[in-house]
């Protein structure tokens, strides 16, 4: 009895110390953020007191967070939109169809995938500097710098691969009998059947695009282009900024990502559940 | 009747009499449908992935100038990396770094997950929210890092420590240290993550097995020993060769915290490579580097495939 006791309580304990040690830090910064108790450069507090937004009201608008948090907005929401698109497509011709070079064209993009971005970090920053034909300029110092090269994502074309293959042959000879034409069969037929795929894809592109670091540091040098990663570094320079700021700004950069984590659970249920119902 | 305008191309090659089967298309356009699909996505790989990595490629084996023609100096970049005082102490920070933080992670994640493992709510409760290290980007826990463990006094590790009768630490200023404390911070990020992918491998063991073991009077140590080791092995295989491989090119973890430093205490390959490159404008150099880096990542990503192909045969 006492035993089975003291086995709980130290249990309790053990829960505690990991609870503590993987979630304290985000408490210590919550609580500093809404914190207007003033600290110096370093020190954080644990205990809730003199609540306050100021320190966020100062981070937005004064050291320009709402700047980088809509540049990250804009590229994480472009750059997914078409990372999926592209891939969606690439995974149809992949899936679908029989064509000489299908081999080679897995292959080519299966390389990618061993090949980490860090790597051609330099060539791409110099390819970026590049004129590109159709729009006269080079994509240096504009999002699309940010946004173009992570459209291409050799996973998310092999995952939606897999799933488009797992579409039974009957449902598109289906549609094309009744007229359907290739792009309707794509749009109508197979896309909706992997929605599950879609949204894993989604996902995970977007962490991807938001963890961004290497990318975003290269393709812009203007401040005002800067995405929310890489500009909190930027910030921590600036002698004014209190912990409590630095902290109110670090929430709101960790905040997208937390959303879309809850976000993913949900997704994740729901595809465990498509796949439950459908047997 | 009319046919939709889609159908058109269809119909009208074999409209008029009944084929035996559905209309062929012309072989042309079926053959070239499944390049108008890919069309989007070969552009993009091809401009910006393969062409920067075969310039990369070339870059390596020039002296790269940017108001002259580059100097063709053929495996000068190469020597040079060999002789690199300054790339052979990343590279050795580097290995440090690998080795010690993905053990690090790995046995802690292992522990986590026997520990919390079950399907008991405030187990899930727990994991969930041990995981948040793992979905937050790296940037910003360097941020926090850089709070935790201040080397003041009154920086919340050191008044911990001073708790406990410790003397203040330098932590990320002190060149003895960071590279230590950037370990620990990697430990911290990934050991929720492997965690996960141990407890998915932990639920795949076959529950009979341990049964058996009990009734053949099997110690837990020796049940954990010769059941749950082999049943995981698969799991662990994925997390050690992964953080192998995406240890060797670690850069944003240092770059956000010490940018290299202390005095270069903390430099890795890539902080060097980006050194080297976007600071001292050496491309060929840098190229070089990097291109070293790549064909030890491929190795790596190869011998990886390769105990993964053993254990799902």
Same mark, same amino acid.
């Given at each position: 009895m006492t035993s089975s006791f003291s086995s709980r309580v130290a249990k309790i304990i053990l829960y505690a110390v990991i609870v503590v040690t993987f979630v304290g830090p985000f408490w210590a910064t919550l609580v500093t953020a809404f914190s207007g108790v003033s600290l110096k450069p370093g020190q954080l507090t644990l205990i809730p007191q003199s609540p306050t937004l100021e320190n966020f009201r100062i981070a937005i608008f004064q050291m320009k967070v709402w700047q980088y948090l809509l540049n990250s907005t804009i590229v994480v929401i472009f750059g997914t939109i078409l990372q999926v698109s592209v891939s969606a497509l690439a995974a149809y011709a992949l899936a679908r169809k029989k064509f000489r070079g299908a081999a080679v064209v897995s292959l080519f993009i299966l390389c990618t995938l061993m090949l980490p971005e860090e790597v051609i970090a330099i060539p791409l920053y110099l390819v970026m500097q590049k004129e590109i034909p159709i729009l006269g300029?080079?994509? $240096?110092?504009? $999002?699309l710098a940010m946004i173009l090269p992570v459209v291409g994502w050799a996973f998310s074309i092999f995952m939606l691969t897999e799933f488009m293959r797992a579409v039974p042959m009957e449902l598109e000879e289906a549609a094309r009998i009744d007229g359907a034409n290739e792009w309707q069969v794509f749009v109508n037929v197979i896309l909706p059947l992997v929605r599950p795929a879609l949204g894993t894809v989604t996902i995970f592109g977007f962490i991807m695009i938001w963890d961004q670091y290497l990318l975003p540091l290269i393709a812009v040098n203007d401040k005002d282009l800067m995405t929310l990663p890489v500009a909190l570094g930027s910030l921590r320079v600036d002698d004014t900024i209190t912990p409590n700021i630095l902290t109110a700004a670090t929430l709101v950069a960790m905040a997208p990502s937390v959303i879309v984590y809850l976000a993913l659970q949900r997704q994740f249920n729901r595809g465990i559940m498509a796949g439950a119902v459908k047997g | 009747m009319t046919t939709t305008p889609q159908a058109a191309p269809n119909g009208a090659a074999g409209g008029k009499r009944l084929p035996k089967r559905r209309p062929r298309k012309t072989p042309l356009s079926t053959a070239i449908i499944p390049w108008l699909f890919l069309a989007p996505a070969l552009v993009i790989f091809t401009w910006f992935k393969f062409y920067p990595m075969v310039s990369g490629f070339s870059m390596s084996f020039y002296n790269v100038q940017f108001y002259a023609d580059s100097e063709w100096v053929g495996l000068d970049n190469f020597y040079k990396a060999f002789d690199d005082p300054d790339l052979r102490l990343a590279v050795f920070h580097t290995t440090i770094y690998v080795i010690v933080a993905t053990l690090g992670a790995s046995v802690t994640a292992l522990c986590l997950a026997l520990f919390?493992?079950?399907?008991?709510r405030h187990l899930r409760i727990i994991r969930t929210a041990i995981f948040l290290p793992a979905i937050t980007s790296v940037a910003i826990i360097a941020e926090i890092w850089r709070i935790l463990f201040n080397s003041a006094d009154y920086g919340i590790i050191n008044a911990t420590l001073g708790f406990l009768g410790v003397a203040p630490q330098g932590f990320l200023s002190d060149p003895d240290q960071a590279l230590w404390v950037l370990i620990l911070m990697s430990i911290w990020k990934s050991a929720p993550y492997d965690m996960v992918i141990f407890v998915a491998g932990l639920v795949g063991i076959n529950r009979e097995l341990y049964d058996a073991a009990s009734v053949d009077g099997a110690s837990p140590w020796r049940k954990f020993w010769h059941v749950t080791i082999p049943g995981i092995i698969p799991s662990i295989s994925v997390v050690v060769m992964l953080s192998f491989i995406r240890g060797f090119r670690i850069f944003a973890e240092v770059y956000a915290t010490t940018g290299g430093g202390p005095a270069g205490s903390t430099a890795t390959i890539m902080t060097h490579v980006y050194k080297v490159g976007f600071e001292e404008l050496n491309y060929g150099y840098a190229s070089a580097v990097s291109l070293l880096l790549l064909l030890f990542t491929v190795a790596l990503t190869l011998v990886h495939m390769k105990i993964k192909s053993r254990f799902t045969v």
């Open positions: 300029m080079s994509i $240096y110092n504009t $999002y | 919390l493992e079950g399907p008991a």
